[in-house]
């Protein structure tokens, strides 16, 4: 079953997002991006819909299309990209499960948190997803819920060391 997302920001949540104002937290010396975005290509439209609303907000992405190293390892551009970021989000869809590159994205994510305490935020682009038993720890946002965007920019924007813990985000409104 195909599942589809609208891109279009719903009118509640323009006006709670608008409501907030959300100050990306500074980076430090070793980091250049706050969040490190990690999806499968097939969701390549709505997630640069996401990075754009986000990077509008004040935010420094990296994701590999635009940010990878020409002539490196897929492997070592994506350590280097997620050491250098506060955080991971991952968005995850069918086709993010099937991809062997996602799938280590989330994996190298899962151990880089487990040493350095690097949030990991799980995005759900189809609610009824069956999430792998290794990510379904981590608490999640559904892309369908009205205040997604309110939600996500307030995890963003939240400097790590005040979540409570890394890899389990209390987003609850």
Known sequence: MEVTVTSEMSSAESTLTS??????PSLRESEQYHVFISYSSTDNKWTHSLINRLEASGLHLCYHERDFTPGRTVLENMS??????QK???VLSTE???SRWCLLEANM??????????PIIPVKLEPDISVPLHLCHLTYLEASDPTFLNRLLR??????????????LCIHS
């Open 155 to 168: 995890v963003l924007c939240t400097p790590n060391q005040q979540l409570q813990r890394s890899t389990v």
């Open 88 to 90: 991971v989000l991952l």
């Open 80 to 85: 280097e990209c997620i050491n250098e970021s």
């Open 109 to 118: 994510s899962l151990f880089r948190d487990c040493l350095e305490r690097k």
């Open 19 to 24: 409501a907030y104002a959300f100050v990306p």
């Open 96 to 98: 993010f499960m099937r």
